[in-house]
């Protein structure tokens, strides 16, 4: 185990994020769990974690807000000084056709899956910089890679991670801070509860693992990518996405 940290997992109430919350614990850092909607679950994960022998907090902010997101890190740099691990994770989807998209929809979309990336690694990246250190991890999407019908402006949205990681990486490297990116697959979360099951068995028939894949496995590489062992590696995409993408 390496030395514990201070990690901060946005959008982490459920799904890949609250995954990454259990994993990280389980592992002896200090988790920060951050969500919007869903303060019950949030608790929930503190709950579940601090009862196993973990430690983990949690704070409400909209991370599309920058007020908010400035006042979430007021709190964590009062009790914790900042965070040395970041995890872009908070995102959300709207599926529909182009044409029937409003501006509202893709204001949106961006708002909390590119805006909320730039507020937060803004409030983090200060103390990594002092401390010569820092892992930021973005989350993704295949979707992103490759586009998706349907999917514009969540596609679009995770074009502008990666592009926002490679660059970042270049920028951040020489204060010794990682920043790389996750583009999983289709991962069984409530993210995808608007597919049918027909949606879910085509998309299944794609993936040479002819499989969705768990949030556990998405969890796996967000964490590789946070510790020691990728210490040589920056402005990278991994994908684990069961072959989808080759
Ligand atoms: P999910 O189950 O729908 O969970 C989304 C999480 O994001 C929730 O914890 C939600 O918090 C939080 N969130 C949404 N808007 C937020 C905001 N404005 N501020 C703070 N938190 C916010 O989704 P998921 O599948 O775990 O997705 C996590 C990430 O993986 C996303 O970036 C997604 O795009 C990406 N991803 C997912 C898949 C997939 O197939 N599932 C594939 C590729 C990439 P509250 O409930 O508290 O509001």
Sequence with gaps: MQ???TVLITGASRGIGRACALKFAKNGHRVIINYNKGKNEAQELVNIINENGGYAVSYQ???SDAAEVEEMFSKINERFGGVDILINNAGIAKTMMFCDMSEKDWDEVFGTNVKGMFNCTKQAISYMVNKKYG??????SIWGMCG?????AYSASKAAVIGF?????SELGPSGICVNCVAPGVIDTDMNNNLTNEDKDELCAMTPLCRMGSVDEV?????FLSGDESSFVTGQVISPNGGFVL
């Design 3 to 5: 030395n514990a940290k």
């Design 61 to 63: 902010a909209d991370v």
């Design 135 to 140: 892992k930021i991890v973005n989350i993704s």
């Design 148 to 152: 998706a019908s349907c999917e514009v």
């Design 165 to 169: 990681t490679k660059a970042l990486a």
């Design 219 to 223: 969890a796996d590489v967000v964490y």
